[in-house]
């Protein structure tokens, strides 16, 4: 594994060469970024290849590309072998793009240049506000997708690689009810949905999205035929009325609070009184130890205006919208369900 980015301030050692190296970490992206754009973890499915045979293999020059690789060998992606040769290590395993757990697409997705140059631009974001990203491409983040099909694309494809594991493990870590429907509210492509599915093979269920992801939905298997329909919508407007469990996953922390107040209120709009809600996000720990959600915090920040709360402001956020906070369930993930009941 990489080592982690995190050195307390009064270790000893060389602090300004650290501190130097962190400054530097748009170059690991930007050498992630290479190795997932040229498929490297790819051509080393089949056991370790030289800079050299995989220059041959992936039309690249196979100096530089020895360059990058041993960079990234030293970060934990990669292993260089006393012959010189390149092998996978478990995580450069989940750069490849034709494995089940693949995060290739999520790779590409987050080094792309619309969240690099967005990320390039915090410092506008700080000094004036809200997000990064509508200032420099001149339209929210959504609203961008819809007039540019291929970044569509890739960021549906991404954000369902991204959640993948948190699928999972939402589905293994909360008891979802044997019977009833799950409406997935802004789900994507329907990762979850057919995870809790594959789970409870008596539950029906409902995604329920823009019409983009939908178009290239993950439920239409032989295990779930018949339980499940999908349909279009603004989560703003309205939401599919009688489900027994309702779930935003990923969903809150794209949107500052007035936003998710209506977009809860909606969906309370929609339930019955008893019935549960499940916000699944990063629940941001106390103090200062190092959480992935951190890091998102500071991407939503950047890129939508959103941001990631603690377990107090879900509670706050959910009880002025007819909700009570009843748990909050950790999950084998980086992300935690907040379960709520509709008051």
């Not at 991204?162 to 409406?183: C, M, N, Q, S």
């Amino acid at each position: 594994m990489a080592p982690t980015p995190t050195r307390p301030a009064d270790e000893p050692g060389d602090l300004a060469t650290w501190l130097m190296d962190q400054a530097m970490g748009h170059l690991f992206s930007a050498a992630l970024r290479t190795a997932a754009h040229y498929r490297v973890a790819d051509h080393l499915s089949a056991g370790p290849r030289t800079p050299e045979q995989l220059a041959a293999a992936t039309g690249t020059h196979a100096p530089h590309l020895g360059r990058v690789l041993r960079y990234l060998a030293a970060r934990g992606i990669f292993r260089e072998d006393t012959a010189g040769a390149y092998q996978l290590t478990p995580a450069a395993r989940r750069l490849r793009s034709d494995v089940p757990d693949s995060l290739h697409p999520a790779v590409m997705m987050i080094t792309d240049e619309l969240f690099l140059r967005t990320s390039a631009g915090l410092t506008e974001a700080v000094r004036y506000g809200g997000a990064a990203f509508e200032r420099l491409f001149g339209a929210p983040l959504f609203a961008h997708l819809e007039s540019d099909p291929a970044k569509r694309e890739l960021f549906d494809a991404g954000m369902s690689s991204l959640a993948a594991p948190v699928d999972d493990a939402v589905a293994a870590a909360y008891p979802f009810p044997e019977t009833g429907t799950v409406v997935d509210v802004g789900g994507g492509r329907g990762g979850l949905l057919r995870a809790v599915l594959l789970c409870r093979p008596r539950l029906t269920g409902v995604l329920f999205d823009l019409a983009p992801p939908l178009a290239r939905h993950l439920l239409d298997t032989d295990d779930l035929k018949g339980r499940w329909r999908t349909q279009e919508g603004d989560f703003f407007a309205a939401v599919p009325e009688g489900g027994d469990v309702y779930v935003l996953k990923h969903v809150l922390h794209d949107w500052p609070d007035d936003a998710c107040r209506r977009l809860l209120r909606t969906c309370r709009t929609a339930m019955a009184p008893g019935s549960r809600l499940l916000v699944v996000d990063c629940v941001l720990p106390p103090g200062n130890a190092p959480h992935f959600g951190k890091t998102m915090d500071v991407a939503m920040l950047a890129v939508l205006d959103g941001r990631e709360r603690n377990a107090d402001e879900f509670a706050a956020l959910l009880a002025t919208t007819g909700f009570r906070l009843t748990r909050v369930l950790p999950t084998a993930s980086y992300s935690s369900i907040v379960e709520a009941v509709a008051d």
